[in-house]
Nanobody, 121 residues
Framework: QVQLVESGGGLVQPGGSLRLSCAAS????????IGWYRQAPGKQRELVSG???????NYADSVKGRFTISRDNAKSTVYLQMDNLKPEDAAVYYC???????????????WGQGTQVTVSS
């Protein structure tokens, strides 16, 4: 059974930092791309950052220069280091794993349960 378990959310003041962790099942970690999404109340879920199995990363424009995604293969864990947090970063953050099998669009997707990030003074 595939599992994605997030941790590290919490309450932080503007300008502060948090590090989110996503522990993934070993069966997918070296194969799937792992990403972090977030969803604020009343808003659509959006991609924050992602990292492929070969380490290629991408970031939403809104977090570039403030967030850093990384992976620890030995621990099957992906991290999202969030610095200089702003009130607009507050949301539930979800870990997502995706594998695309072919150009026809066959893919597998898995989601974690989410972790709350609150940015407030």
């Amino acid at each position: 059974q595939v599992q994605l378990v997030e941790s590290g959310g919490g309450l932080v003041q503007p300008g502060g930092s948090l590090r989110l962790s996503c522990a993934a099942s070993r069966s997918i970690f070296g194969i799937y791309a792992i990403g972090w999404y977030r969803q604020a109340p009343g808003k659509q879920r959006e991609l924050v950052s992602g990292i492929t199995s070969d380490g290629t990363t991408n970031y939403a424009d809104s977090v570039k220069g403030r967030f850093t995604i990384s992976r620890d293969n030995a621990k099957s864990t992906v991290y999202l280091q969030m610095d200089n947090l702003k009130p607009e970063d507050a949301a539930v953050y979800y870990c997502h794993a995706k594998r695309v099998y072919n150009k026809a669009g066959l893919e597998s997707n898995y989601w974690g349960q989410g972790t709350q990030v609150t940015v407030s003074s």
